[in-house]
């Protein structure tokens, strides 16, 4: 008698194991406690009946908030893609963006000018003491040759300059830690009014 239960015993455990293996895959089969894992509320990526566009996850209205994507910069540190972000940034998208050149000016005070200069002439307090290994180069001058592009530094993008300050060139350390994307473009456009002085 006690043998026959320990085999029907075992003859369910077996079935259920089977059963547990079920070759439907899209059935998770038992769920234990699901609605700890499936919220009432929606998830952003479920569609949703409420939204004209039937999404749960809405973008912010119109001239709210600025949408992220405003300042993705997917460039690396190598001199191949110091040309690509040139070409890929022709124009700041900050141009044009009130007080933006006055925030730029004084963070490149703050961040720039010791090496730079005032008015980006190369001439920053690090450097004319004598000690500097190179000094860095005038933002306006039209006729020496850059190494890095062939041309003038009159000629260089937002984007060369916004990667420049971004990882560093040569003796100038990256400034990615210190300054955020947003500031950055504020001093690459400070920095293309001192290219036109
Ligand atoms: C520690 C000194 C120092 C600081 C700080 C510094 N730079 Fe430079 N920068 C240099 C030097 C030196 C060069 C020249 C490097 C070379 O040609 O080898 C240079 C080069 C550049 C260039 C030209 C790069 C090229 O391709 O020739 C740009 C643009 C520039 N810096 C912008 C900036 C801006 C904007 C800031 C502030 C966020 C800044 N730098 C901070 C020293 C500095």
């Not at 293996?21 to 479920?46: H, L, T």
Request: charged share 15%; aromatic share 12%; with cysteine.
């Amino acid at each position: 008698m006690r043998r026959a239960g320990i085999l029907f015993i075992s003859a369910f455990v077996a079935a259920l194991i089977l059963v547990s293996c079920s070759k439907v895959k899209r059935k998770p089969g038992w769920e234990f406690a699901p609605q700890m894992y499936e919220p009432i509320a929606y998830n952003p990526d479920q569609p949703n009946p409420v939204f004209a566009d039937g999404r749960t996850a809405q973008l912010p209205p119109e001239g709210t908030v600025r949408a992220k994507d405003q300042f993705y910069f997917p460039f690396n540190a190598h001199d191949s893609s110091f040309t690509a972000a040139g070409q890929a940034f022709t124009t700041n998208p900050l141009a044009g963006e009130k007080g933006a050149l006055a925030e730029g000016r004084a963070l490149y005070l703050a961040y720039c000018s010791h090496c730079h200069g005032e008015t980006g002439q190369g001439d920053g307090g690090v450097v004319v003491n004598g000690n500097y290994p190179a000094p860095p180069p005038k933002f306006n001058d039209a006729t020496g040759l850059r190494a890095r592009t062939g041309g003038p530094i009159t000629e260089y993008t937002p984007g060369m300059i916004y990667h420049t300050i971004t990882y560093g060139y040569n003796v100038m350390g990256p400034h990615a830690s210190l300054v955020t994307p947003e500031e950055r473009w504020k001093i690459t456009l400070y920095v293309q009014e001192l290219q036109k002085l």
